[in-house]
């Protein structure tokens, strides 16, 4: 099991691009999003979910090591030969080194880290029209990237979907402010261990999706 790191910024179109290839490649690639970890662990009610709808529940941020010990229990349950796409994770730069720990004790190694590059404007501009399925949280947007066929998901067939309650202009460009501070400083980090590959995010989807198979080896028969 080796990884490859999606790294950008809210609405820079990594999780679309990770549900993309994980369907496309569904016998080889596992997507995992931190996010929807952390969704489904409070969903269930496990202590982990239950301890970060406390947090979340009294205004705090979840910890990185909460969110990690997350992730680390998924990995468990995956195949080995699997390649697993990680969106979300690491946001920080105590969550890298953490990822990093992780990879030395179980001699594992990431094998690309993608950077979503894209400009502010244009995220707030995707942000504002973004919508996702509220069963399997496939995003869309309403503009770019509409569902195959109207009002059904691509990728589960449920006819559900939401908005998020932070997909607001006042609300993303406080949410790209913290990404600046806090999850930026990563690509620097990552370029300067030799495996980032910067990607221009305001391509279309089918655009990117070539590009990243040019770019990374999602099936070791390839």
């Given amino acids: 099991m080796n990884f490859i790191v999606f790294l950008g910024a809210p609405g820079s179109g990594k999780g679309t691009q990770a549900q993309v290839l994980a369907d496309t490649y569904k016998e080889h690639v596992i997507h995992l999003s931190t996010g929807q970890l952390l969704r489904d662990a409070i969903a269930e009610g496990s202590e982990c979910g239950l301890y970060a709808k406390s947090l979340i529940d009294a205004g705090l941020i979840v910890c990185d090591e909460v969110v990690f010990n997350l992730l680390e229990e ?40 993608v950077y979503f590059d894209i400009a502010d404007a244009e995220l707030v501009n995707r942000l504002t029209g973004r919508f996702m399925c509220a069963d399997c949280g496939a995003v869309y947007h309403k503009h770019y990237n509409s569902p195959q066929q109207d009002g059904v998901c691509d990728f589960c067939g449920s006819h559900d979907f939401k908005v998020r309650d932070d997909d607001n202009e006042f609300v993303v460009k406080k949410r790209l402010d913290v990404y600046h501070a806090e999850t930026e400083p990563l690509v620097s980090y990552y370029d300067a261990q030799g495996v980032l590959f910067r990607l221009d995010a305001a391509q279309s989807v089918e655009s990117i999706k070539k590009t990243l198979l040019k770019k990374i080896k999602l099936v070791a028969a390839e």
């Fill in 74 to 113: 998924k990995l468990k349950n995956i195949s080995s030969e699997k390649r697993v796409i990680l969106d979300g994770f690491p946001r920080t730069l105590n969550q890298a080194v953490l990822l990093e720990n992780f990879l030395q004790k179980t001699r594992k190694q990431i094998e690309k880290v």
